[in-house]
C-alpha cells in the first residue's frame, strides 16, 4: 500500500500564506487521486481539495477557493497545498489522502499536520 506523510505545518498570522506538502512511497503507481482533508476540534473532518493524479484537474471546496492551490508533481510522487489569506477558521489538522480508484473512497491517509492560524 501507499504510505503518505504530511509536513510543513506551523503557526502563522491571519491573512499569511503556508504551504503544506505530502510525500508518497510505497505502491504509488496507477494512483488515481490525491486530496486534503481537513479537521478543526469538534468538527468533523472536511473536503478541502482534490486532484486528479494523470490529468491535474482540480476541484475545491467552496470555502477555499481563491484561496488555496493544490498541485501535484507526478515525477516526485509528492503532493502540495499552497494556502493564502489563512483565517482562524482554518486552524485544523490537515490531512493527505489517496485512492486508487473512481469507484473507491480515499482509501489511505497520512498522520496528519497541525496548520494553526492566530488573529
Known amino acids: 500500500q501507499v504510505q503518505l506523510v504530511e509536513s510543513g505545518g506551523g503557526l502563522v498570522q491571519a491573512g499569511g500564506s503556508l504551504r503544506l506538502s505530502c510525500a508518497a512511497s510505497g505502491r504509488t503507481v496507477s494512483m488515481y487521486r490525491m486530496a486534503w482533508f481537513r479537521q478543526a476540534p469538534g468538527k468533523e473532518r472536511e473536503f478541502v481539495a482534490g486532484?486528479?493524479?494523470?490529468?491535474?484537474?482540480?476541484v475545491y471546496a467552496d470555502s477555499m477557493k481563491g484561496r488555496f492551490t493544490i498541485s501535484r508533481d507526478n515525477t516526485k510522487n509528492t503532493m502540495a497545498l499552497q494556502m493564502n489569506s489563512l483565517k482562524p477558521e482554518d486552524t485544523a489538522v490537515y490531512y493527505c489522502?489517496?485512492?486508487?480508484?473512481?469507484?473507491?473512497?480515499?482509501?489511505?491517509w497520512g498522520q496528519g499536520t497541525q496548520v494553526t492560524v492566530s488573529s
Open positions: 486532484i486528479r493524479w494523470s490529468t491535474g484537474s482540480t
Open positions: 489522502a489517496a485512492d486508487f480508484s473512481p469507484l473507491n473512497p480515499y482509501d489511505f
